[in-house]
């Protein structure tokens, strides 16, 4: 069965500081990877996805994430992180034989210190 | 800019009241989803929809009943609300492109209350 695991439940960064946000993914074909952000009382906005090809993708707001098969990994990172960063984000994975069905990980609470 | 509305954002309702939470998309997508999400939490799919008349239960089992009348509305309905329905609805389509999943688009969600 697939599942999505983000180990870090909160992580707080100085604005200006670089950011990597960790997630695991547990499948055994290769996976459609996405991320998401979801602001405080808003839905979920598609920050960026993976589904073949380079493995460095970049996305918007001057996101990237980078797959890495061998460690189960889709990381997302920005070199600078701005105080309008500060959010919930969401990894998800998705199957080939799955449709458009999603399985998201628990999300990890990004706080963004002055 | 995503083209998908829900409403009520907010409703704080009493328990045993039967309740309608609607979602409506502008985009002409055939595959519409709706998710459950606590705080702190992952997203839980409860329902989904592949086109008119296809509707199926998700990875969470949920009380809540859903219909595809139309391609563009996907309401979610609670027969008889109870304080454990309490949660965050989160509606969202994606386009029909065959082969795997595509973007999901987000509606802004529907926080649900049941006192």
Do not use: M
């Given at each position: 069965?697939?599942?999505?695991?983000?180990?870090?439940?909160?992580?707080?960064?100085?604005?200006?500081?670089?950011?990597?946000?960790?997630?695991?993914y547990s499948y055994g074909a290769t996976p459609y990877l996405f991320w998401y952000v979801q602001s405080p009382g808003q839905g979920l906005q598609l920050l960026l996805k993976y589904f073949s090809g380079d493995t460095l993708v970049q996305g918007i707001k001057g996101f990237e994430a980078e797959f890495k098969r061998s460690q189960s990994s889709f990381n997302l990172r920005k070199p600078?992180?701005?105080?309008?960063?500060?959010?919930?984000?969401?990894?998800?994975?998705?199957?080939?034989?799955?449709?458009?069905?999603?399985?998201?990980?628990?999300?990890?609470?990004?706080?963004?210190?002055? | 800019e995503a083209d998908i509305y829900q409403t009520p954002r907010y409703l704080v309702i009493g328990t045993g009241k039967k309740i309608t939470l609607e979602c409506s998309q502008t985009m002409g997508h055939d595959k519409m989803y709706w998710y459950q999400q606590d705080p702190g939490m992952e997203l839980h799919l409860i329902h989904y929809s592949y086109g008119v008349n296809s509707t199926e239960k998700g990875d969470l089992s949920s009380e809540s009943t859903v219909s595809r009348i139309r391609t563009e509305h996907f309401p979610l309905t609670l027969e008889s609300a109870r304080p454990?329905?309490?949660?965050?609805?989160?509606?969202?389509?994606?386009?029909?492109?065959?082969?795997?999943?595509r973007e999901l688009f987000f509606g802004e969600g529907s926080r649900l209350t049941v006192l």
């Open positions: 069965a697939q599942s999505v695991t983000q180990p870090d439940i909160h992580i707080t960064v100085s604005e200006g500081a670089s950011l990597e946000l960790r997630c695991n600078s992180v701005h105080w309008s960063d500060a959010a919930e984000y969401f990894c998800a994975v998705g199957a080939y034989n799955q449709g458009g069905k999603l399985i998201f990980g628990q999300g990890t609470e990004l706080s963004v210190k002055p | 454990s329905h309490t949660s965050q609805y989160l509606c969202a389509s994606s386009d029909p492109g065959t082969g795997g999943p």
